[in-house]
Each structure stands twice: as structure tokens, then as C-alpha cells.
């Protein structure tokens, strides 16, 4: 049974929206894993030949790791998550299918990640994107892998550091969304897009897809392998624990005040 998503199929076009619009669409492990399984689900389907991702509601594409969970981890259940983070992104980069991100709102950090390792992505000027961890007091080691590859290392390095979110029409301008449209004409651009794709050659696609996946192997690993070193040094000093503590005890005192 799927309860954080909601799957259908257009044609040959493979349709994920991530629904948890009251948490903006934040995941936690079971979503994660949910995903996972969606992804490669489709991609097993002969039926279908490309694979749209979006997220519930007008405000969010997702934004990315749910603090609730986080908040909870020690340095043990850091490095397990990052094990989760190993089955997402391997199985994204994986996918035989062309991904389209139809990103309808904010994308940050992990979802941020998520929307860069789709093949295309659709947006409109509101949808922010951007590497917030830092703000959290998280460690970012597969984002700026991704953000490296994309983007080079000074604009890594800025965004990483700052935590700031980027409007659609810087990402835009730097090449990470490839079409700008209005908002209401986000997903309708997104399925144009994917039935394009979806009538290219088969194996032509899948072939490109995997040298893609091979080009990066070896620093999407080294990436791995310091995201379980830095997660499980970073909560064993405790830091990220008190940040999302503080930032959840700033919202209760908001709502106190509203």
C-alpha cells in the first residue's frame, strides 16, 4: 500500500506526486522508501517510457527532509539514513526512463538533490531552490557533490555555505531549471516534455542514461562515503539536534504569538 504518494500513468508517461502537501511535502524513511520502490516500478513497466515527479499542492515541490525525524537521529541513525539517501539516488540514476522534475514550489535540500538528479526539469519564477541544510545545522555532503558536477565549485561553495534559496529565474539563468513557464502551466509543460522523450528510441535512452550514471560513479561513492562520516560526526556532537530543536522552538513561539 502507497500512503505518501500518489502514482498514475498517462499514456507512456509515469506520473509521482509526493503528497504530504501539510508537511510541504517533507519525507521521512517509509516516503523515502516508497519512492524508491515507485521508481523502480515504473521502470520495470514496459508500458511506460518516461516518468514525471512533482509535488502535492502549489507551494512545494517537497522541501526536502522531514525535521521531525531528523531532529530524533543520533549518530547511528545518521549513518543509516545516509545508507536510505544510497537506495533513492542509486535507484534514480539507475532508472532506464528519462525523470522530469515539474517543480511547482520550493526544492530544497535533499528534494533539491532529488530535482537535480532528474534529467529535465520544468518550473516557474516562485519555485525556490537551493542547499538550506546548514541552517539546520546539517551536514551537506551529497549536495554539493551534485551541485559540483552542475554547477562548479565557487557557486557550490556560496550556496552550500549561505543556505540560500535560488528563484526560478536564477536557476534559470544558470542552467538548472531548462524550462521557465507560468505557474499553472508547470505540470502541462512537464507531460509535453515527457511524451517527447518517451517517443525516443528505448535503448538509445537507456545506453545514454547508464554512461550518464558511469561518468559519475566514482564521486557520487566518495560522496557516500564522507556523508557517513561527516553525519556521524556531526550528531555525535550534538549540533544538529539543537538547531532543529531551536528552529521547531521559534515556529511553537510564533504560533504563541499569532
Known amino acids: 500500500m502507497i500512503e505518501f504518494l500518489h502514482v498514475s500513468k498517462e499514456g507512456p508517461v509515469g506520473i509521482v506526486t509526493l503528497d504530504r502537501a501539510e508537511s510541504l511535502n517533507a519525507w521521512h524513511e517509509a516516503m523515502r522508501t516508497e519512492l524508491t520502490n515507485t521508481l523502480q516500478a515504473f521502470d520495470d513497466d514496459d508500458g511506460v ?9 502549489d507551494r512545494a515541490f517537497s522541501a526536502g527532509q522531514d525535521l521531525h525525524e531528523a531532529k530524533g537521529f543520533d549518530e547511528f541513525r545518521a549513518s543509516k539514513w545516509i545508507e536510505e539517501w544510497r537506495s533513492l539516488y542509486g535507484t534514480m540514476r539507475s532508472v532506464s526512463k528519462p525523470l522530469i522534475a515539474a517543480l511547482n514550489g520550493v526544492a530544497a535540500g535533499s528534494a533539491f538533490q ?3 538528479l532528474c534529467d529535465i526539469r520544468v518550473g516557474h ?4 531552490m537551493g542547499q538550506p541544510e546548514i541552517n539546520s545545522g546539517i551536514t551537506s ?18 550556496l552550500t555555505l549561505t543556505g540560500r534559496l535560488m528563484d526560478g529565474t536564477e536557476a534559470h539563468e ?4 531548462h524550462y521557465l513557464v507560468d505557474k499553472d502551466r508547470v505540470m502541462a509543460k512537464a ?6 522523450l518517451a517517443a525516443k528510441p528505448p535503448v538509445a535512452m537507456k545506453l545514454n542514461k547508464r554512461r550518464f550514471a558511469e561518468m559519475t560513479e566514482r564521486t557520487f561513492e566518495d560522496a557516500l562515503a564522507a556523508g557517513l562520516k561527516a553525519q556521524h560526526e556531526s550528531y555525535v556532537s550534538g549540533e544538529p539536534q539543537r538547531y532543529m530543536e ?5 515556529r511553537r513561539c510564533r504560533g504563541a504569538s499569532t
Not at 557533490?145 to 556560496?158: C, F, K, P, Q, V
Open 246 to 250: 531551536a528552529f521547531f522552538a521559534e
Open 141 to 158: 555532503t551529497l549536495g554539493p557533490w551534485i551541485m559540483n558536477a552542475m554547477l562548479g565549485m565557487s557557486r557550490t561553495i556560496e
Open 174 to 177: 544558470i542552467g538548472l531549471i
Open 114 to 116: 532529488v530535482a537535480l
Open 49 to 57: 517510457r518516461a516518468i514525471i515527479l512533482t509535488g502535492a499542492g
Open 125 to 128: 519564477e516562485g519555485s525556490r
Open 191 to 196: 507531460r509535453e516534455v515527457a511524451e517527447q
